[in-house]
């Protein structure tokens, strides 16, 4: 329960960290007004907006009127349009999951077998070739894989379209620029796991206890390997609301990512620190439910030291 | 009574190599163990004793290649297959390790492991199984057997998760049983209890066993006959007290005479100068020789073969049996 | 005078619990005194979580006993990490299991062989190189070797490099923690040899901690036997081996692999104890085959007996 506890007011305090940091960066960095308004507006303008949105405060008070307001459920409304940013941002958050979900689900479904293919024949060409097309993946930037990928299927063959969310094709694209990049975390992740779990004296004794090698792998590698990339899965999990902010914007997708972009450039603050507060929230979240498993996983954890 | 070596052996090793992509670990190994027999197996680091069984049972990662025969009962190992090998090992040779605790798999209870044993080798399930998996405890000395099969490997201390190794070596109901420096890696006190249990299963099953240990006189203890090795050959093979008394190759002597007795004058050790050799930087001839004080010039000329001391003893040395040396 | 004095020492861990459960005490050593006059060595034996170690890290001040004191040379030891403590410690070294790991890889064993007079500076750096040739003479390697790195040395050899460390600064105490468990036999039988003879030209003193009775019986001209905290017998090596008085000695004597021993010998039974849930009155009394009720009821005292020799049993002392 302690432990529990502990984990608890860590995340809390986290999350506390990240808002107040991303409060006052924000704040500090443009005045919302000018962009908002336009260079043009007349100053009596720009005055009164700063104070319908409480800007003219000192910035320790708007941060504790925040906290205030976040603490009763009221994450403040839009400067541009005045809508309530929480319902604004919980809208869009669906079509966010919409090509997260299956790309996170693609990522891992051909990332995990592959690491662990790799891992069984490692340091032949095979396991070369998987490494080397993970690499490639990771680095390349998504924008330019999106691009391309636009150029050849939507403009050049014309078989999907090459943006907006009106047909469930539309999706196809992001998804796989999504998939490609990420799918390379869980191959070497996954690669390294069982790379070191075969080389454990228990998979020798398996062995040599008459178990054909692919028992031994499935009953005994593969297990001990699944805990860190369960782990692994977890915090892929937390990141997804905040993975989608570039390939969202190439693809014009109306989800989170780019209503976080058109949020920063018009400096609309509520909605940039209510995406944030989500994004946080769920990443802690995902932290402390991977924390939490680790201990389910994993019997050395579960009932601590040895017993003489 | 007949000794073991008059009888068609249980295993023997003819001609055995193991290399590591070219290095040789183990050369021209001849070695044959009787059912029921006791052999001790006695080495420093790179002598090649745990390689040797390793690589007979094809434990070893590809990038080691073995040679010659491993005969079990006549059936080469080496051309066996994949099946054939994985029913051999466990169900006729079983083996244990040196640290039980990073040997037994961390995340399956112990009383499961040694299901799994008795499931590919008896066709066991169930309760049946279980059955005899608590019974297998029981023979091996774990107490509250019922309570302890359900607990995991970080639950046990060093000495019962040996026992939980020894128990799941058991329950394929090997003829020979391999026991890679079982205790090394334990207290004292428990090492005693480990060997004795050895001992004792031995007795009652009738299994042949090689007990393989740096230590000569934890292998005196148990067995009745003891094989040295250096450098990845055997140097010496004798009945053990023909060892201790007569050993004839200098670095047998070398070996009783480092380690500090119990009782009698405290003085100076007896210690071989210099270093084992590596395996990819032996010396020619005799690899003993740079450190062998009765070392002459014939012997870096070529790699002496066994010679006989007496019907039942050997040793790979050139000075054996010359005028003057003790026999 | 005792060089070095440890007086009723206890050190005690606090150990995280499981997932939700509360921190537990483990009481590592649980009160044991002893003297070390100069020029002598004692052996401080026993099986794993006897305390030994913790008993040897306190004697040079790494640690500090919860309770109890430790005297070196007549001075309390200062507090680890103070200026005095640094000063103390150039005149007491440690040699313990892992020659690779108390060996820096990157640097070559000349150099750290003349290291600790760097760091306490003595001498002059001009005559480095002639006192590393010196050190390494001493230890059986040859001063060329100083240019090696200690990966490409030998154990054997390692262990020797880390010895001549720790005889830079001329310690007047040096403590061994298994100097040579992890070493092969043959090895073993070198760097046991070196430790003889320069226990003999250099009139060291040393605290020889190991699980190897038949070694610290050779090096020693003191035993202390320890058991879960405690020291349970302590004596003269020749008669404490052939003489045990402690059921414990008797046991771990017993224990000892010997070819002569074909029939069963007296095995002790059960496990090692738990630090964490100590026995109450003996801490041995559980697997004691002697045990009587007194023993669980009252933790016996070390006592001295008319030979000369200290034991912590009811029985060896007829008290019962």
């Known amino acids: 329960m302690r432990f529990f506890l502990h984990r608890l007011v860590r995340a809390a305090l986290t999350l506390l960290i990240v808002v107040a940091l991303a409060f006052f960066i924000l704040r500090l960095s443009a005045d919302p007004a000018l962009v908002i308004l336009g260079p043009d507006a007349p100053p009596e303008a720009v005055v009164a907006f700063r104070e319908a949105w409480g800007l003219d405060r000192p910035l320790p008070l708007q941060f504790i009127d925040y906290i205030r307001a976040v603490l009763r459920g009221d994450l403040g409304r839009s400067m541009i349009n005045g809508a309530p940013v929480l319902s604004l941002v919980l809208d869009r958050v669906p079509t966010t999951l919409e090509i997260?979900?299956?790309?996170?689900?693609?990522?891992?479904?051909?990332?995990?077998?592959?690491?662990?293919?790799?891992?069984?024949?490692?340091?032949?060409?095979?396991?070369?070739?998987?490494?080397?097309?993970?690499?490639?993946?990771?680095?390349?930037?998504?924008?330019?894989?999106?691009?391309?990928?636009?150029?050849?299927?939507?403009?050049?063959?014309?078989?999907?379209?090459?943006?907006?969310?009106?047909?469930?094709?539309?999706?196809?694209?992001?998804?796989?620029?999504?998939?490609?990049?990420?799918?390379?975390?869980?191959?070497?992740?996954?690669?390294?796991a069982m790379v070191e779990v075969l080389g454990q004296t228990y998979i020798r004794t398996a062995s040599a206890k008459g178990l054909l090698w692919d028992a031994v792998v499935r009953r005994h590698a593969l297990p001990n390997a699944a805990i860190p990339v369960v782990t692994m899965v977890g915090f892929m999990v937390g990141g997804m609301l905040a993975g989608a902010v570039v390939t969202e914007s190439v693809f014009s997708w109306p989800g989170l990512g780019r209503l976080m972009v058109t949020s920063v450039a018009s400096r609309d603050l509520a909605v940039v620190q209510c995406i944030l507060l989500l994004v946080a929230t769920t990443m802690v979240g995902a932290n402390l439910t991977v924390d939490l498993l680790y201990g389910v996983l994993d019997p050395r954890l579960r009932r601590g030291g040895g017993s003489h | 009574m007949p000794r073991p070596t008059d009888r068609p052996p249980l295993v023997e090793l003819r001609d055995f190599g193991v290399a590591f992509t070219d290095v040789p670990a183990v050369r021209a190994?001849?070695?044959?163990?009787?059912?029921?027999?006791?052999?001790?197996?006695?080495?420093?680091?790179?002598?090649?004793?745990?390689?040797?069984?390793?690589?007979?049972?094809?434990?070893?990662?590809?990038?080691?290649?073995?040679?010659?025969?491993?005969?079990?009962?006549?059936?080469?190992l080496l051309v066996a297959s994949q099946q054939r090998l994985a029913h051999v090992r466990g169900g006729r040779i079983g083996l244990i390790f040196q640290d039980p605790v990073s040997a037994l798999n961390p995340i399956h209870r112990v009383g499961d492991q040694v299901i799994e044993a008795l499931r590919v080798h008896r066709r066991l399930t169930g309760t049946a199984a279980r059955a005899e998996a608590k019974r297998l405890f029981d023979r091996v000395g774990i107490p509250d057997a019922e309570h302890r099969l359900e607990l995991y490997p970080h639950e046990l201390s060093g000495g019962q998760n040996q026992r939980v190794m020894i128990a799941m070596a058991l329950a394929g109901q090997p003829d020979l049983l391999i026991a890679d420096e079982p205790t090394t890696a334990l207290d004292t006190t428990i090492q005693a209890q480990i060997l004795d249990l050895l001992d004792q299963l031995r007795r009652d099953t009738g299994m042949a066993l090689v007990l393989i240990s740096h230590d000569l006189s934890v292998v005196a203890e148990l067995c009745s006959r003891i094989a040295v090795m250096y450098a990845g050959r055997i140097v010496e093979t004798a009945p053990t007290d023909a060892l201790f008394e007569h050993a004839a190759h200098p670095y047998t002597r070398g070996l009783l005479g480092a380690v500090p007795p119990l009782t009698g004058p405290r003085q100076r050790l007896l210690a071989i100068p210099g270093n084992v050799p590596e395996p990819w930087n032996l010396p020619p001839g005799c690899a003993f020789a740079p450190r062998c004080a009765l070392a002459g010039d014939d012997c870096a000329a070529r790699v002496p073969a066994l010679r006989q001391v007496s019907p039942t003893h050997n040793a790979a040395c050139l000075r054996v049996g010359q005028p003057g040396m003790p026999a | 005078m005792s060089l070095l004095e440890l007086h009723?020492?206890?050190?005690?861990?606090?150990?995280?619990?499981?997932?939700?459960?509360?921190?537990?005490?483990?009481?590592?050593?649980a009160g044991v005194s002893l003297m070390?006059?100069?020029?002598?060595?004692?052996?401080?034996?026993?099986?794993?979580?006897?305390?030994?170690?913790?008993?040897?890290?306190?004697?040079?001040?790494?640690?500090?006993?919860?309770?109890?004191?430790?005297?070196?040379?007549?001075?309390?030891?200062?507090?680890?990490?103070?200026?005095?403590?640094?000063?103390?410690?150039?005149?007491?070294?440690?040699?313990?299991?892992?020659?690779?790991?108390?060996?820096?890889?990157?640097?070559?064993?000349?150099?750290?062989?003349?290291?600790?007079?760097?760091?306490?500076?003595?001498?002059?750096?001009?005559?480095?190189?002639?006192?590393?040739?010196?050190?390494?003479?001493?230890?059986?390697?040859?001063?060329?070797?100083?240019?090696?790195?200690?990966?490409?040395?030998?154990?054997?050899?390692?262990?020797?490099?880390?010895?001549?460390?720790?005889?830079?600064?001329?310690?007047?105490?040096?403590?061994?923690?298994?100097?040579?468990?992890?070493?092969?036999?043959?090895?073993?039988?070198?760097?046991?040899?070196?430790?003889?003879?320069?226990?003999?030209?250099?009139?060291?003193?040393?605290?020889?901690?190991?699980?190897?009775?038949?070694?610290?019986?050779?090096?020693?001209?003191?035993?202390?036997?320890?058991?879960?905290?405690?020291?349970?017998?302590?004596?003269?090596?020749?008669?404490?081996?052939?003489?045990?008085?402690?059921?414990?000695?008797?046991?771990?004597?017993?224990?000892?692999?010997?070819?002569?021993?074909?029939?069963?010998?007296?095995?002790?039974?059960?496990?090692?104890?738990?630090?964490?849930?100590?026995?109450?009155?003996?801490?041995?009394?559980?697997?004691?085959?002697?045990?009587?009720?007194?023993?669980?009821?009252?933790?016996p005292a070390l006592l001295r007996r008319a030979d000369g020799r200290l034991v912590a049993c009811h029985l060896a002392h007829d008290t019962v």
């Open chain 3, 36 to 299: 070390l006059q100069r020029g002598r060595t004692l052996g401080l034996v026993g099986e794993s979580g006897c305390g030994k170690s913790t008993t040897g890290r306190m004697a040079l001040g790494l640690e500090q006993p919860d309770e109890g004191s430790v005297a070196f040379d007549g001075a309390a030891m200062p507090p680890p990490g103070t200026a005095s403590w640094r000063r103390t410690r150039a005149r007491m070294q440690l040699v313990f299991q892992d020659p690779l790991g108390a060996l820096d890889r990157r640097l070559p064993i000349g150099t750290q062989v003349t290291e600790p007079l760097d760091v306490h500076g003595i001498g002059s750096t001009t005559d480095r190189s002639a006192r590393a040739a010196e050190l390494l003479r001493a230890v059986g390697l040859r001063p060329d070797q100083a240019a090696q790195y200690p990966h490409e040395l030998s154990g054997g050899q390692r262990q020797r490099a880390v010895l001549a460390r720790a005889l830079a600064t001329q310690p007047d105490l040096l403590v061994c923690d298994e100097p040579v468990s992890a070493l092969d036999v043959s090895i073993q039988a070198q760097v046991v040899n070196l430790l003889i003879d320069l226990q003999e030209r250099l009139g060291l003193t040393m605290l020889f901690i190991s699980h190897d009775l038949k070694l610290v019986r050779l090096i020693a001209n003191e035993v202390a036997v320890m058991y879960l905290g405690l020291i349970v017998e302590q004596g003269e090596p020749e008669t404490l081996f052939a003489q045990p008085a402690h059921p414990y000695t008797q046991a771990l004597l017993a224990a000892i692999p010997d070819r002569s021993r074909h029939g069963r010998r007296a095995l002790l039974a059960g496990e090692p104890p738990n630090p964490a849930a100590r026995p109450t009155g003996c801490a041995f009394h559980p697997r004691c085959p002697l045990a009587v009720p007194r023993c669980r009821d009252e933790s």
């Open chain 1, 100 to 192: 997260m979900v299956p790309s996170l689900l693609c990522a891992i479904g051909i990332g995990v077998p592959a690491g662990v293919f790799a891992a069984l024949r490692r340091n032949t060409l095979a396991d070369r070739c998987i490494m080397a097309a993970a690499v490639a993946g990771f680095t390349m930037p998504s924008f330019v894989l999106g691009l391309v990928l636009v150029l050849v299927f939507a403009v050049d063959l014309g078989w999907l379209p090459s943006g907006g969310n009106d047909h469930w094709q539309s999706a196809i694209l992001p998804v796989l620029t999504l998939a490609a990049g990420s799918a390379a975390v869980p191959a070497r992740f996954t690669r390294g």
């Open chain 2, 29 to 76: 190994l001849n070695l044959r163990i009787g059912r029921g027999e006791a052999l001790g197996l006695v080495g420093e680091s790179g002598s090649g004793k745990s390689v040797t069984w390793l690589g007979a049972l094809g434990l070893l990662p590809s990038t080691a290649t073995t040679t010659g025969q491993v005969l079990l009962e006549g059936e080469d």
């Open chain 3, 8 to 29: 009723d020492v206890h050190r005690v861990y606090r150990v995280a619990g499981r997932m939700f459960g509360a921190r537990r005490q483990v009481r590592a050593v």
